[in-house]
């Protein structure tokens, strides 16, 4: 196995730990992530109409996934904390027909970025996952077969492995 795929969080002995990045230099870096919950027609329908119980879902959704990023290292055991430097949720509504699986819901796209020492990949994701959790819980009265799906990243940019774009 070469250095480049050799599991970072992982030393000589097989114990976890935290990577030391004191060496490396700083870079802007970003990464975008995306996160799909789908539901009911009825639920999306209460949730772009603005008719959710509890209020306005998408705005709720979009203020949890920022806070989330800003919070990943104290979630995720080996994360760097990061001074983030960008937190962008977007929540758009998917209709009959738009999706491939002709699912509906909501599809949720981050952006995270900072000029550090380690990537914002992490963040990003996190952030797509608790705004969809957010939606989830907004709407989980109405609608308990909501399904969290396809989380992943789709762009990471900067550092010493440059861009990388999910094909």
């Keep these: 196995m070469s250095d480049e795929q050799k599991l970072t969080h992982i030393d000589e002995k097989g114990d976890v730990r935290m990577v030391d990045v004191s060496a490396k230099p700083d870079t802007e870096r970003i990464a975008v992530a995306e996160g799909f919950i789908a539901m009911h027609q009825e639920t999306l329908d209460l949730i772009v109409e603005g008719k959710a119980a509890k209020g306005d879902v998408l705005a709720c959704a979009r203020v949890a996934g920022v806070m989330a990023a800003k919070q990943t290292s104290s979630l995720i055991p080996m994360c760097h904390p990061l001074n983030i430097t960008k937190a962008k949720v977007e929540c758009a509504p998917v209709q009959a027909g738009e999706r491939e699986d002709g699912r509906v819901g909501i599809h949720i796209t981050t952006t995270c ?53 999910r094909s």
Excluded at 135 to 142: G, I, L, R, S, T
Excluded at 153 to 164: A, E, I, P
């Design 113 to 165: 970025g900072v000029t550090g020492k380690t990537g914002i990949e992490m963040e990003a994701l996190t952030a797509a996952s608790v705004a969809c959790l957010t939606v989830y819980d907004m709407c989980k009265a109405v609608d308990r077969g909501m399904e969290i799906m396809d989380v992943r990243l789709l762009k990471k940019d900067g550092g010493k492995t440059g861009l990388w774009l």
